[in-house]
C-alpha cells in the first residue's frame, strides 16, 4: 500500500526543504554521528530516506563509504552527479527504505535523519526497524533525530503555523488524530509567481517507550536520547530528539 508521504517530496517541496536546513547544520550533525557511532574511515555506513544526500556526502567527505537510500530519483541523481563529481564513496540507491534488502551485518551504523522515521504506521515502523537491525554489525549504532515523538509533539503541536522561505510562502494546517497517533498536515506553498501547491503528509507519533519496544523486537538496544549535539540530555518538551541506539552483540 502507497504511504502517503511516498510523494511528499515530488513537487516544489524538494527545494523547499533544503532551504529549511540552517548552515553548518549537516556538519554539526555529522560530527556528532562519527562520535556517537565511532566511525572510522573507510566504515561502511547505510543513509535511509536520505533525501537530497546532505549526510551521505558530508561523510564519505570525511572518508566513510556510504549507501544513500531513497524513494526519490531526483535526489538519488543528484546524490550520484555530485558524487561523480567529488569522487566520493557513496552508492546511491533508488528504492523504499522499505523494500530496500541491505546485506546482513554490512554496516557500522545506520541513518534515518530529518523526522523521517515517524513517515511509518506502527506495522511499517516494525519492518523499518527489523531491516536497521539485520544490517547492522554487533554493536554498530541506529541513529535518527525527530521532532515528532510524543513527548516533543504533545508540547509543541500547532495546528496552523505560517513562514516565508526565501521566495516562497508555506502554511501548515495540522490536525492530530488517534489510532494510531498521528499529526496530519496540510502544506501549502506559495511561489513567487503566486503558483500554489498543496501536499499532504502525516506524522506518526511514538513515545520513547514505544520506540524502545520496536528496538527491543528488532534486536536493538536504546542508549540514549540527546536534545543537542553537544549531547545535552533530552527532557520531554524540548523542540527535538537526537535517537542512538546499537546492534545487541
Not at 547505510?46 to 572518508?63: K, P, Q, T, W
Not at 541491505?102 to 523526522?115: I, Q, R, T
Not at 511509518?120 to 531491516?131: I, Y
Request: aromatic residues 10%; negative net charge; contains cysteine.
Amino acid at each position: 500500500m502507497e504511504n502517503i508521504n511516498d510523494r511528499f517530496f515530488d513537487g516544489q517541496y524538494r527545494e523547499v526543504w533544503r532551504r529549511t536546513i540552517p548552515p553548518g547544520l549537516t556538519e554539526a550533525e555529522c560530527d556528532f554521528i562519527g562520535e556517537l557511532a565511532g566511525l572510522k574511515p573507510g566504515a561502511p555506513v547505510l543513509d535511509l530516506l536520505c533525501g537530497y544526500g546532505r549526510h551521505a556526502l558530508e561523510l564519505a567527505r570525511r572518508g566513510l563509504n556510504v549507501t544513500a537510500v531513497d524513494n526519490s530519483s531526483v535526489y538519488i541523481q543528484e546524490i550520484r552527479d555530485r558524487a561523480s563529481s567529488e569522487n566520493l564513496p557513496v552508492e546511491a540507491v533508488c528504492a523504499s527504505a522499505l523494500e530496500y534488502r541491505p546485506a546482513p551485518a554490512a554496516f557500522d551504523a545506520v541513518l534515518c535523519m530529518g523526522n523521517s522515521f515517524a513517515f511509518f504506521d506502527p506495522a511499517d515502523t516494525a519492518r523499518l526497524c527489523s531491516t536497521i537491525g539485520e544490517a547492522l554489525r554487533p554493536g554498530g549504532r541506529f541513529i535518527f533525530n525527530s521532532w515528532t515523538i510524543a513527548e516533543v509533539a504533545l508540547r509543541h503541536f500547532q495546528e496552523r503555523v505560517w513562514s516565508e522561505l526565501e521566495g516562497y510562502k508555506y502554511l501548515v494546517s495540522s490536525r492530530w488524530r488517534h489510532s494510531p497517533a498521528r499529526i496530519e498536515s496540510e502544506h501549502i506553498l506559495i511561489d513567487e509567481h503566486q503558483q500554489v501547491e498543496n501536499i499532504p503528509g502525516v506524522d506518526y507519533i511514538y513515545s520513547l517507550n514505544e520506540i524502545e519496544g520496536f528496538f527491543e523486537r528488532a534486536g536493538l538496544r536504546l542508549e540514549g536520547v540527546w536534545s543537542t549535539l553537544r549531547k545535552r540530555p533530552f527532557r520531554p518538551g524540548d523542540s527535538v530528539a537526537y535517537v542512538v541506539a546499537s546492534r545487541s552483540r
